[in-house]
């Protein structure tokens, strides 16, 4: 059973920067992709960054060069910097794990973590 336990959320002046963590316990592959989303009330849960275990990243475009995504495989870790903060970046973040190859298709999420940026 893989299980994400997310961390570091909180209330941050527009500017500023958070960090969240997202602990993962469980099985995971190489194969297996890590992410951030999010979901903005009234909005859909929406991609924020990815990142395979060979470090490869990618980002929506409203967040590129703001946000940061690493992972660390050794301890089954994945974060995300969030500089340079908006109103507009208040919302709920998930960790996302996705399976690529084995159990294809399989996602797990954590519980969210809120992020509030008043304006």
């Known amino acids: 059973q893989v299980q994400l336990e997310e961390s570091g959320g909180g209330v941050v002046q527009a500017g500023g920067s958070l960090r969240l963590s997202c602990a993962v316990s469980?099985?995971?592959?190489?194969?297996?992709?890590m992410a951030w989303y999010r979901q903005a009330p009234g909005e859909q849960r929406g991609l924020v960054a990815s990142?395979?275990?060979?470090?490869?990243?990618n980002y929506v475009d409203s967040v590129k060069g703001r946000f940061t995504i690493t992972r660390d495989n050794a301890k089954n870790t994945v974060a995300l910097q969030m500089n340079s903060l908006k109103p507009e970046d208040t919302a709920v973040y998930y960790c996302?794990?996705?399976?690529?190859?084995?159990?294809?298709?399989?996602?797990?999420w954590g519980q969210g973590t809120q992020v509030t940026v008043p304006a």
């Open positions: 996302n794990l996705q399976r690529t190859l084995i159990a294809r298709g399989t996602q797990y």
């Open positions: 469980g099985k995971v592959f190489g194969s297996d992709v």
């Open positions: 990142v395979t275990s060979g470090g490869s990243t």
